[in-house]
């Protein structure tokens, strides 16, 4: 059975082998190619079939339409002939050329043959242009030829010598179809009369059915190769035909057949016909057949197309599979290699499929045996380890020992060996708890011990305890001392971790007597959390925490609680003071990075303070001073400008006096110039209030102003001044208002001692040479400036370094302050006082002020 | 003459210059107030008759130089200056340069009408002068060489004799020179000869000067 197994399985695995060294690309091509083909092959069996019986079909439509037009054409022609035979029966020249005639009965001569038209025919141009006869034939009565008008010039038929009476017509034209002689004719007769009305006999046209006649009765037939014959329906052969070389005469219909599709009629309107004749319709098989074949090659092109395309596009896909197939197999192979550390045996080459199929096996193989191995490693490292392990035990820095539920030694490690000062052997089964441990401490112990029997977490539990231990020459050492289960399979032990902790209690004393230190502060140090609570506060911040009125653990008020919060938030400083009782106190809020608070350090400042805020009554003093003495300077000016509306007054007053008595002058008069008084006493106390501000002794307050308006008001001050040195001060000043924030009074000092010095040095120059302007604007965005041009003798350089000293003065009345009190003021103001010589001539005094700015106010 | 005299307040300051107008007025005086001194040197002619009250300080030309400005041009009109703070030193300048009068802010309302009526006494004083001075002069144009000199040495205290013998001319001579001086000068006596010479004189002088 075997041996006969043997041979086909033997193929079988040739084959299949075989089969896997084909790469699946070319596999794809071949199996795209058979199926390709397969597929043509089959349409093209199935098609042509189908197409055959779709045209002959068509053919068998095409032939009835055309047998159907055929016949009514030859019946139409038919009509022809019988309508001029009814013609030339009836016409004259018959009747006036029988009138004198006499046919005898017995008379049996050979008929009168003409080859030229007879006499008895009207003009040929009148009747033949539609008829082709073969014959005219005139008849007697009794059915004899008498005379023949012989056209084809062929024998007169022995049928038509003596005319059988069946295919004379008594009252109307009549058509039959006969055979004479074999041949098909057709017969129309016509009763012919002389001039008297006396029958004489008949007119019969006998036309001959060949081919041409059939061809003259289909004259408009298309040239599609249409035929049509007459057909002898007994004997089922041809008479005649319209095409007699592809269809000769007594041609048989099933030959016939063989060429053209053939359809027979019958004449139902030739009931005369002694014959069984039938008219035949002949289309040509030929023309259907050529467009049969053209159809088919187009089909077989496209077939071809299609399986080509078919072919192409599975090759295509089959071989985008594959590549795809080929390129995971590569990476597969190099995971194999990488992952596994094993070169992955597989075929290079060959059907993909199978490939994977291998690799598969050879990969689950692979991965068991790398399982195995490192079950064996495995267990190595396990023994390994266990080495390693009591190696560290013995090499671990603390010392460490286990006992066992009953609290006895039963591993010391070599640390603990000398720690303690006992040997290893000498301490297994000893009680722990009365060697290690020092007798106050047992207790403790006991209790951490007992932990684990509650502990539900037991195993990962780990208790720690801080106690004091004994060493073999009962020396103490305070230790932390840690316990932890080891569930062995058999019994429950204890491992004790002993850390000797003498240096980290050290450190600990260190860091308290270290935490004492803020305590020793004479300044207050607080520490506060992010929520604001006092964690810690001096014995300094006593007076703080009252101020805020709570305690330390306590929070601090919301206010300050807000800004721990920003500070902390921001991870900037924040300085401010506050002023508790007598004292004031500068604090600064540091936040503690990484820590979630900030520590507030408070420093009394209070002398600080106050020796600033005498020094700047001192500042105010010397300010109003050098204030009264400019006045006491511009006195006289300012009498005079008091002068001007006293004098007016009295002017008017006494005007008015005089004019009173006389009493002619209206009341109107009067009163102006009781207006006049009016506004001229008001006019002097404008001066005298303007007066009472400058020198009058006011606190320092702060106000938002126009500095144009405050250049305004000095420039009208010194109006009498400038008067007087005959300078006219030109006011540039700025458009748009210049706000800043000032105490006016003094800014005009300042404006006031920078326009006065100006005119001074005016003086010193000719008076024509005198100019004076006085500038405003900005400087950059931040700063105003006001700017006091003259075109005096300028600075000289040696001056210039001298000009804000105190005490100089290159004047020979006056302190040498002005200047040093205008710079202290502006500088008080945040700003400054400049001083250039103008290139020529001159100098500019310029005074810079911080502009106002309302959106920083709204900061504040 | 025919025009009535002006009082001319020349002051920077409005208010004053109103005040002063309305005071002056109520005397029944003519008042033209100007703001500068070049606003009425414009429109001030010579012949103007009046006086002038001006603000010694003033933008632009100051009132001593106004002061200044009329004798350059000899123009005659009376001067009051006024003045907010009297200095000695520009008073006495003031005076110097011809002014009548300097009066002190504030001052008395009378003490100013009294002034002014004053200044304008003055004003027509020295026009009549002046009118008298042009009279003589067309007098002193009718006179011979000979007469001429015979009238300067008759006002010159020279004794009939004297003249003829310094003249190389009899004193009957001398004497007929003499009457004919006294009846073209249409002087009424020798002291009138004698007055009108030195107003003369005077004319002669300052046309020197």
């Known amino acids: ?860 | 003459m025919s025009n009535q005299p002006n009082v001319f307040v020349v002051d920077d300051d409005q208010a004053m210059r109103n005040s002063l107008k309305w005071l002056i007025e109520s005397v029944g005086m003519k008042v033209e107030t100007y703001s500068t001194a070049d606003e009425f040197i414009r429109n001030y002619y010579p012949g103007r008759a009046g006086c002038l009250l001006l603000d010694v300080r003033m933008p632009g030309m100051s009132g001593l130089e106004l002061q200044e400005h009329f004798l350059k041009h000899q123009i005659n009109i009376p001067i009051i200056i006024i003045t907010g703070h009297g200095d000695v030193p520009m008073a006495v300048r003031a005076m110097k340069s011809g002014a009548v009068d300097f009066i002190e802010k504030p001052f008395n309302d009378e003490m100013l009408l009294e002034s002014i009526r004053n200044a304008l006494n003055k004003d027509i004083e020295q026009r009549a002068t002046q009118a008298e001075r042009a009279e003589i002069a067309t007098r002193l144009a009718n006179l011979t060489p000979r007469e001429h000199e015979v009238m300067e040495m008759v006002t010159a205290g020279k004794s009939n004799k004297d003249i003829a013998q310094s003249l190389g001319v009899s004193a009957k001579t001398v004497e007929a020179h003499r009457s004919r001086v006294m009846e073209k000068m249409q002087a009424d006596s020798l002291a009138d000869l004698v007055k009108m010479a030195v107003t003369a004189n005077i004319e002669s002088n300052s046309d020197d000067s």
């Not at chain 1, 041979?7 to 091509?29: D, E, N, Q």
Request: hydrophobic letters at 40%.
């Open chain 1, 1 to 860: 059975m075997s041996k006969r197994f043997s041979l086909p399985k033997k193929l079988g695995a040739w084959l299949l082998g075989y089969f896997r060294r084909v790469p699946m690309t070319l596999l794809s091509i071949l199996v795209g190619l058979a199926c390709g083909g397969l597929v043509w092959a089959v349409l093209d069996q199935v098609q042509p079939k189908a197409l055959r019986d779709i045209f002959a079909e068509e053919l068998q439509t095409r032939l009835e339409q055309q047998a159907r037009e055929t016949l009514i054409r030859f019946e139409n022609y038919v009509g022809a002939h019988t309508s001029t035979t009814r013609l030339l029966a009836n016409h004259r020249s018959l009747s006036t050329y029988l009138d004198p005639i006499y046919w005898f009965d017995l008379d049996v001569n050979e008929p009168l043959v003409h080859f030229a038209p007879p006499p008895w025919l009207p003009a040929t141009s009148l009747w033949r242009t539609l008829v082709e006869p073969g014959k005219i034939l005139l008849i007697d009565r009794k059915g004899r030829t008498r005379e023949v008008y012989n056209l084809d010039l062929r024998l007169l038929p022995q049928e038509l010598l003596v005319v059988d009476g069946r295919f004379l017509s008594e009252s109307r034209v009549q058509a039959f179809l006969t055979t004479l002689s074999g041949r098909p004719y057709l017969l129309i007769s016509e009763v012919a009369e002389d001039g008297t009305g006396t029958n004489m006999g008949y007119l019969m046209m006998a036309v001959p059915l060949d081919s041409e006649f059939l061809l003259a009765s289909q004259q408009s037939v298309s040239s599609s190769g249409v035929l049509v014959g007459i057909i002898d329906a007994d004997e089922q052969r041809f008479l005649s035909s319209s095409d007699p070389k592809a269809v000769p005469a007594g041609t048989k219909m099933e030959q016939a057949g063989k060429d053209f599709v053939v359809t027979a009629q019958s004449f139902f309107q030739y009931e005369g016909s002694v014959l069984n004749m039938q008219f035949a319709t002949l289309v040509p098989r030929s023309s259907l057949e050529a467009t049969r074949q053209r159809v088919e090659v187009v089909e077989r092109r496209q077939r071809l197309v299609a399986a080509t395309t078919f072919i192409a596009v599975f090759t295509l896909v089959f071989y985008l599979l594959s590549e795809r197939l080929n390129r995971i197999l590569r990476r597969i192979s190099l995971f194999s290699r990488r992952a596994l550390g094993r070169r992955q045996p597989i075929l290079e080459k060959g059907n993909q499929i199978y490939v994977l199929e291998d690799w598969i096996k050879q990969f689950i193989g692979n991965v068991l045996t790398a399982r195995e191995e490192m079950r064996r490693e495995h267990e190595t490292k396990m023994k390994q380890s266990e080495a390693i392990q009591q190696a560290i035990l013995a090499a671990a820095l603390d010392p460490i020992i286990t006992i066992d539920r009953k609290g006895k030694i039963i591993e010391f490690n070599s640390t603990a060996e000398k720690v303690f000062g006992y040997q290893r052997d000498d301490v297994i089964g000893l009680l722990f708890v009365s060697l290690i441990i020092s007798a106050e401490d047992n207790p403790q112990f006991s209790r951490m011990l007992e932990r684990f029997d509650t502990d539900a977490t037991r195993e990962e539990l780990e208790v720690r305890g801080e106690m004091v231990a004994l060493r073999g020459d009962n020396s103490r050492f305070p230790v932390e001392v840690a316990i932890k289960l080891i569930q062995l399979p058999l019994k429950e032990v204890f491992t004790v971790y002993i850390r000797d902790i003498s240096s980290r209690k050290r450190a600990e004393e260190m860091i308290t007597s270290l935490a004492k230190f803020p305590t020793e502060s004479p300044s207050p140090i607080l520490r506060v959390n992010r929520p604001g609570v006092i964690i810690y506060a001096n014995p300094a911040s006593a007076p703080l925490l009252s101020y805020w009125e709570c305690e330390q653990g306590q929070k601090l008020p919301l206010y300050w609680r807000n800004r721990v919060v920003n500070v902390y938030d921001s991870g900037y400083d924040w300085e401010s003071e506050v002023v508790v009782g007598k004292s004031i106190y500068s604090l600064l809020i540091t936040p503690v990075a990484g820590l979630n608070y900030v520590n507030i350090y408070g420093h009394d400042i209070t002398a600080v303070r106050r020796a600033e805020s005498e020094a700047r009554e001192y500042q105010q003093e010397l300010i109003h001073v050098s204030r009264l003495s400019t006045m006491g300077e511009m006195a006289t000016g300012l009498a005079h400008e008091l002068n001007q509306p006293l004098s007016a007054i009295a002017n008017y007053a006494s005007g008015c006096v005089r004019r009173l008595p006389a009493g002619t002058k209206g009341a109107d008069e009067l009163i102006y110039a009781l207006g006049q008084i009016n506004s001229q006493a008001d006019r002097a106390g404008e001066i005298i209030r303007r007066l009472r501000r400058l020198v009058g002794k006011q606190l320092p307050v702060r106000s938002v102003a126009d500095i144009n308006s405050l250049v305004k008001e000095v420039c009208s001050f010194v109006e009498f001044e400038a008067r007087r040195t005959s300078v006219v001060i030109e006011q540039e000043l700025s458009m748009e208002r210049l706000q800043v924030r000032v105490d006016v009074v003094q800014i005009e000092q300042v404006l006031l001692n920078l326009i006065r010095n100006a005119l001074e040095a005016l003086l010193e120059v000719p008076e024509k040479s005198r100019s004076l302007v006085v500038r405003s604007g900005y400087q950059g965005s931040g700063n105003v400036r006001v700017d006091v041009v003259d075109t005096g003798p300028g600075i000289k350089s040696d001056v210039a370094k001298n000009l804000f000293e105190p005490f100089f003065t290159t004047k020979e009345s006056g302190m040498g302050m002005g200047l040093v009190i205008s710079q202290t003021i502006a500088k008080d103001h945040d700003g400054r006082i400049e001083a250039d010589p103008i290139a020529g001539v001159g100098s500019r005094f310029s005074l810079i002020l911080p502009a106002y700015d309302h959106l920083e106010e709204n900061r504040l």
